[in-house]
């Protein structure tokens, strides 16, 4: 039998009843256009994930104060509210070779007053380097200087997000006051507008100030939240970091391997776990829509039982003039083929606009990659072939004589 004809009886047999064929795809459908929307809603996900660690600055080494197991899913209670960075070893790590710029930052959470407005919002003491090492600019006004950390300036520079909620939408707060802890600063500058960097941290809605004031006068003591370290060349990150591993091991009287009384994350760290955490969580999704790519290969199989048994004199007479078994099975699973192809190609389109519209709607970023529209095509195959292939050899293995006496 030629392929030609094997698709004329096919198209033939499957618009013979459209609404039942129609009917029968549709699980199909809906399982392929999910599939395909839960994958681009991952990996946009994951894209912007990663974009948004690019964001944070370039080449970039966090130290933390506790210890974190990273990609394990265990930190310590400790990370990043222990008190073990100084200022002091934020000195020392200048003299690691391989450092462009470092970034040692203070961070309390304070209720801030201004113009008969408040917010409660994040305030970070920081040092000039802090522009260089995380990779904000300034919109508006300047930046911290050397001369506010060396006078305790109370000055400070405002997130677009804080401005808005201090002073209202398109003012400029240069100059105006806002009230810290009952301490006055005054604001000297505001920086662009850079969107949330993620893990409950968003720098439009925070506040700098100097490192110095925010040590001395808001929080008090000597000791850092964190310290951002921006290395030359991304080639150079292992070895860096294993020297600052050194360095502030010895400094604290810690074994690295046992007890560190600190954590360094580079980019790559938490791009990883994040990439791990999101890929298996795209991963359920798509498998929770895959049921009903199930669903729609059971009702695939019940329709060609069903055209089956219809057709049993059809059968009966393709054999008595000739038809060999080989024939009829590649009939019949040419039709159930047929069915998933045509069903997964709508689903891919139904798949697509949902995506769209989720990204416009919702504001979610979505990715639509040629390895999940592949997939598809492969998964509506696969369900052609196992769910079409019984139905195909049970009808190539009706005697003919009995399916010409068949009423």
Do not use: C
């Amino acid at each position: 039998m030629k392929i030609q004809d094997i698709l004329e009886e096919t198209y033939i047999a499957l618009s013979a009843n459209k609404a039942r064929s129609g009917l029968t795809i549709l699980g199909i459908v809906i399982g392929i256009g999910s599939v395909i929307a839960m994958i681009s809603i991952g990996q946009g996900a994951s894209s912007q994930i990663a974009s948004n660690i690019e964001n944070l600055g370039s080449n970039l080494l966090t130290i933390t104060p506790g210890f974190a197991q990273s990609g394990r899913g265990v930190v310590s209670q400790g990370r990043g509210s222990a008190q073990t960075l100084t200022n002091e070893d934020a000195d020392a790590i200048r003299e690691v070779e391989g450092i462009n710029y470092i970034s040692p930052e203070r961070q309390g959470r304070f209720q801030i007053v201004a113009s008969g407005n408040n917010t409660n919002s994040t305030v970070i003491g920081v040092t000039p380097d802090y522009l260089m090492v995380r990779n904000v600019s300034v919109a508006n006004g300047s930046f911290i200087s050397e001369a506010n950390l060396k006078s305790l300036g109370r000055v400070a520079v405002l997130g677009p997000t804080v401005a808005n909620d201090l002073f209202g939408e398109d003012s400029n707060p240069i100059g105006k006051t806002i009230r810290i802890n009952k301490n006055n600063f005054k604001v000297i500058g505001l920086l662009q507008e850079k969107g949330s960097a993620g893990f409950g941290f968003n720098p439009d809605d925070t506040i700098y100030v100097p490192l110095t004031t925010m040590q001395k006068v808001l929080s008090g003591g000597k000791y850092l939240s964190s310290i951002a370290v921006s290395v030359e060349d991304k080639n150079l990150m292992s070895q860096v970091k294993e020297d600052l591993t050194s360095l502030l091991a010895t400094r604290h009287n810690v074994d690295p391997t046992i007890n560190p009384d600190f954590s360094i994350l580079s980019q790559a760290d938490i791009l990883g776990t994040l990439t791990q955490t999101m890929n298996t969580f795209t991963s359920f999704l798509a498998a929770v829509a895959g049921i009903s790519l199930v669903v729609g290969g059971i009702g695939i199989m019940n329709m060609m039982l069903t055209t089956v048994t219809e057709r049993t004199r059809e059968i009966g007479l393709r054999k008595a003039i000739g038809a060999q078994k080989r024939d009829i099975t590649k009939q019949f699973l040419t039709e159930a083929i047929a069915l998933t192809f045509l069903g997964g190609l709508i689903g891919i389109i139904l798949g697509w606009v949902i995506s769209i519209g989720i990204s416009q709607i919702a504001k979610i970023t979505t990715k639509v990659s040629l390895q999940s529209i592949l997939l598809a095509f492969g998964v509506s195959a696969v369900i052609g072939i196992i769910f079409g292939y019984y139905p195909a050899r049970r009808a190539a293995s009706l005697n003919p004589i009995d399916a010409l006496r068949y009423e």
